[in-house]
């Protein structure tokens, strides 16, 4: 079966952009895929330094890297932080895509696919970061979806439920998911 992991670049709680990517998630899920969500939260990740990581991988990096090698596609929303990412999901890629220390685990982002987007409370919801997000993940040899989706005005658009009130937004975001895990499929048959 074809493993989808799905994550934000946030640790805020109410995190417009983990409420988004749960939703391509659904959609992912309706097109047949296992889909693993990941809060960043819940890994105490530390800033990348190339000293701690001669002391050795943290566990956290660690078991992040093995669901990402168990994944053959990738479902991610990145907040905009001044026109770019965000550090958190900066760090967390930095440190992914480093060679294991002493575990055998593959590429975290090589010949997977991706599928992108953000929300913002600003009017362009996040589109100049997707950018970098894309360039990023490129250079990491993922095959990044020619779609995606940028949500503005993200204050206003989610229940307190995280549901995307415009059913056709909805829909979008739902068939990014969809496609993603499509693509995982096709590539991994
Ligand atoms: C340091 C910082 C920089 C930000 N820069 C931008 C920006 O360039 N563009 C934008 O649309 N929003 C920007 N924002 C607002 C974020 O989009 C907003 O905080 C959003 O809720 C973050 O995503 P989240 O809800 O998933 O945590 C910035 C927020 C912070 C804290």
Redesign the pocket.
Known sequence: MTQIIAL?G?L?S?????NLVKIAAKGAEEQGAHVVYVDLADYPIPLFSEDLEAEGTPAAVNDLKHLFAKSQGILL?S?????SISGVLKNVIDWLSRPSQGADVGSAFNGKVAGIMA????G???L??LGHVRDILNNLGAVVNPTQVAVPA?YGVFNEQGVLLDEDLAQRVKALGAQVADMASRLND
Do not use: D, F, H, V
Not at 14 to 18: D, E, H, T, V
């Open positions: 934000a946030s805020r109410q995190s417009y952009n983990k929303a907040p905009e932080y001044n026109g929300a913002s409370p600003g362009l919801g996040g100049r970061g993200a």
